[in-house]
């Protein structure tokens, strides 16, 4: 476990923290320390669970998870968070299951020039991501009207903007408490190796 402020382990944790623990357990069994980071205040490992799953891993979601994985990525790129991009870049490239094209993608994102790959409304949501990181007081209506001229729906254009605002949240709480990934297991999907 490591971060900038301590964090309680299971065998400290009273029985109020341990059912949060649990609710924040990952498909490893494990709990991550960007949700072991809130142990001082299990109310907001809860909330930042519920957020969490109803931003990238509801199953209403219809966006593909894979560009969900990459919006979350790039925004972490933005914000320098190599936690985040760490975990979900794997999900990404787990999900786009071909390293040719994962390469591609993470090249473009690296160098902030996403339309190098990118067209149409993979482009135009990256785009907004970006610019919602960056410069969210500039938003205006037209940046929304831009993503439903893609062909997008405003369901999808929701989706994509919880998961900008949840990663632009996640990535300031990790890089303000100093969170890494030592001792996580990165990635939220299974080697098969």
Known sequence: MSAWISMISDADADEDLLDALQLARTPHGTVDNVMRVHSHRPNTMRGHVALYRAALHDDTNTLPEWLQETISSYVSILNKCPYSLANHWANARHLIAD???????????????????????????????????????????????????????????????????????????????????????????????
């Open 99 to 193: 390293d040719i094209k994962a390469d591609a993608i993470e090249e473009a994102l690296q160098a902030g020039t996403p339309e190098t790959f990118f067209t149409g409304s993979e482009l135009a949501l990256l785009n907004y991501a970006r610019k919602l990181t960056l410069h969210p007081a500039d938003m205006q209506k037209a940046d929304v009207e831009s993503l439903k001229a893609t062909g997008l729906n405003d369901g999808e254009i929701l989706e994509a903007n919880q998961i900008i605002g949840y990663f632009n949240y996640v990535n300031r709480l990790l890089n303000g408490l100093g969170v890494s990934t030592d001792g996580d297991t990165v990635g939220y999907y299974k080697n098969e190796a």
